[in-house]
């Protein structure tokens, strides 16, 4: 049988359409982790078994230097589903208090500031695609507010799933170093507490919500949709079946070490510890980081359970997957614990994008980046008009390979009452200011011969150039 030489050119033109409509992003599955720092496998961690964070790292590209723009949950939740800085959106602190005074405030929601805010996942719903969460996206206090809508943004969603499982049931068995008189569920979230639990006790809430994820990947694989999926763990307080504590014999866990002058070379804002974990034994010290690697090994499982959904179903070709936290998190570090800290420890986060068929995927970007950048990456890559408003700088040309770089610098705030902190992550240097021009210290660390931050710089005459330029990029950063 002869074909004719325009037959077999429509042939191959529908063929090669196909493939390349095949290789089209239609989807979104963003999955975030609570609390969790870089203590992964991909990102160099020698104890942390990550297996399924370390496989999708293989498949997308890894940002080695990504932070938050404000080291605590509500404050960058906020940031990056809106895409703003925390200054724009107003807010500044978990809900309970604000940061600038001492009045109550129950609910800081962006939308009290910025009501006609579109957030990422509103942006793809009003473009048609299907929408839902679950578990924690925006801000929940946990563990109080596990199994509820917490701070939700309700024209975000479409469907909301809010899992709860056995770790919300045994909070009776949790053991925890806050003060005696301390009750209620509240008294978990503020400070450390673990709970190993056994196997056979029941699913707990993220692996209750990894199975929702997937039903929901199963209900609408046929249609785009932006599917968000919020694991609470590593998050305190650190619970996870048995087996995975097993995993991280207390023998095995080094604890970290304070150098010597390093308190008197720190401007003290930049110290949070608390005098309960001062107190701790070196024996709780170490229970509470195998808990931690506890929670975070449980966490990446239902990571895994995701990515296989992904598989079977036939998705991974036209799904972007990104893996997120909120921040980073201290674990004994200059003796400091959980988050709120202007150290790369608090500030940095784990973020990965694996974009089908993306030039630079299974390599890693050194180059400084933000989790504000994700919204103007997903709008980028999917051709949806973003609002001029979001401050993040689109990281498709780091995914595709024609930029080395987006942005100078990284940037990272915080409050400690009416001051504030200002932190700023070039490529060599992180250079931290507290308060107005510095007014209450300045740190400065060369982070490739000190990537520990031990050796404050901020009076070495010879950096003098190089802390003029941070304090000028402070100041365009955050305008009076």
């Not at 206090?141 to 799933?161: A, K, M, R, Y």
């Amino acid at each position: 049988m002869k074909f004719s030489a325009s037959l077999v050119f429509l042939v191959c033109a529908v063929t090669a359409a196909a493939a390349a409509a095949a290789d089209k992003p239609r989807n979104v599955l963003l999955i975030m982790a609570d609390d969790l720092n870089t203590s992964l496998g991909c990102y160099g961690h020698p104890l942390v078994k990550s297996p399924n964070i370390d496989r999708l790292a293989k498949q997308g590209v890894r940002f080695e230097t990504t932070y938050c723009q404000y080291p605590l949950c509500s404050p960058s939740r906020t940031s990056l589903l809106t895409g703003r800085k925390p200054t724009a959106t107003g807010v500044l602190t978990n809900p309970g208090r604000r940061a600038d005074t001492d009045e109550p405030n129950a609910h800081p929601h962006f939308r009290d500031k910025v009501p006609d805010t579109v957030t990422l996942p509103q942006l793809f719903k009003n473009a048609g695609f299907f929408t839902a969460r679950v578990g924690k996206l925006f801000h929940y206090g946990v563990p109080g507010e596990i199994g509820t809508s917490g701070l939700d943004d309700p024209p975000s969603w479409q469907q909301v799933i809010n899992p709860k499982g056995v770790d919300k049931e045994v909070e009776d068995e949790i053991h925890t170093i806050a003060p005696p008189n301390a009750k209620g569920p509240g008294r978990f979230g503020g400070t450390l507490s673990w709970l190993s639990v056994a196997n056979d006790r029941g699913e707990h809430a993220d692996g209750i919500g990894a199975a929702e994820g997937i039903k929901l990947l199963e209900a609408h694989k046929d249609k785009p949709f932006f599917l968000a999926v919020g694991f609470y763990r590593p998050h305190t307080p650190y619970v996870a079946p048995k087996k995975y504590f097993d995993l991280y014999p207390l023998d095995q866990i080094p604890l970290p070490s304070t150098p010597a002058g390093f308190a008197e070379q720190t401007p003290k804002p930049a110290i949070t510890t608390k005098k309960n974990e001062e107190e701790m034994t070196d024996q709780q010290r170490k229970e509470a980081i195998q808990a931690y690697y506890a929670a975070t090994s449980y966490m990446d499982a239902q990571v895994g359970r995701l990515l296989d959904a992904v598989e079977k179903l036939g998705l991974a070709k036209n799904t972007v997957i990104v893996f997120a936290s909120d921040h980073g998190y201290h674990l004994g570090e200059y003796g400091m614990w959980q988050k709120q800290s202007l150290f790369e420890q608090s500030a940095r986060v784990p973020f990965i994008i694996s974009a089908p068929g993306a030039a630079r995927n299974g390599t890693s970007v050194e180059t400084p980046t933000e989790l504000l950048d994700l919204y103007p990456t997903l709008a980028d890559l999917f051709a949806l008009q973003a609002p001029d408003y979001l401050d993040g700088k689109s990281l498709t040309p780091l995914l595709e390979g024609t930029a080395v770089s987006v942005k100078p610098a990284a940037f990272t705030e915080v409050r400690r009452g009416k001051m504030t902190g200002y932190a700023v992550r070039t490529f060599m240097y992180r250079y931290i200011e507290w308060g107005k021009n510095g007014a209450d210290g300045v740190q400065l660390y060369d982070m490739a011969a000190d990537p520990l931050q031990t050796r404050n710089l901020a009076n070495d005459p010879g950096l003098a150039e190089a802390r003029a330029e941070m304090h000028g990029m402070i100041e365009e950063n955050w305008p009076e």
